[in-house]
């Protein structure tokens, strides 16, 4: 549970902002990149959702938390962002993993298979998808970011891993794992 002083945040304290840049600046991007697919797109969105966050820190009410308000505002800028530019798939170069060429090509292949499925979600189920598989998100957070009931986001995450594990079903059973 985060911990931070909400007026100070309000006030425009940097060094704060600082810490809330440190601290979720990452899972930031991560969260970005699982919507549009292109680590170029999920860096600019990302910074942007920084920016944004900033510039309207006045408007933080404190009844979320703090990164739930910003994947909300990363959200919003990425689907708007689909909206005026259709996406191209691109795996995370930080996904590699060192084995030999074989298998790096075979892991590839099956992360280009699962960044496919993941893809053709529809947008509210791709984001609980990847809030709560990914970052492990609590669903009442999930629902604010959402803007829905609780239980609405638990379905829309259960429409996503059974559409995921009927499209990936010829790969290992997802459905055990997640």
Not at 54 to 83: C, D, H, P, Q
Not at 102 to 119: L, M, N, P, S, T
Request: glycine share 4%; aromatic share 10%; hydrophobic share 40%.
């Amino acid at each position: 549970m985060e911990k931070f002083d909400i007026e100070k945040f309000r006030e425009g304290d940097e060094k704060l902002f600082r810490e809330i840049v440190d601290m979720y600046g990452e899972r930031l991007y991560n969260v970005v990149f699982r919507i549009l697919r292109n680590v170029d797109d999920a860096e600019e969105i990302a910074q942007e959702t920084l920016v944004i966050a900033f510039m309207k820190r006045k408007g933080f009410r404190g009844e979320a938390s703090i990164y739930t308000w910003l994947v909300r505002i990363a959200y919003n800028l990425s689907i708007n962002y689909i909206k005026k530019r259709k996406p191209m798939v691109e795996l995370d170069p930080r996904l590699s993993s060192g084995n030999n060429p074989e298998q790096e090509i075979e892991r590839k292949e099956v992360f280009q298979r699962i960044d496919e499925a993941v893809k053709e979600l529809p947008p509210k189920q791709r984001l609980a998808f990847t809030l709560r598989f990914y970052e492990n998100m609590p669903y009442k957070n999930l629902s604010k970011v959402l803007k829905c009931k609780e239980g609405t986001a638990k379905a829309l995450y259960h429409f996503a891993v059974e559409k995921l594990s009927e499209k990936l079903k010829d790969l290992h059973s997802i459905k055990g794992d997640i």
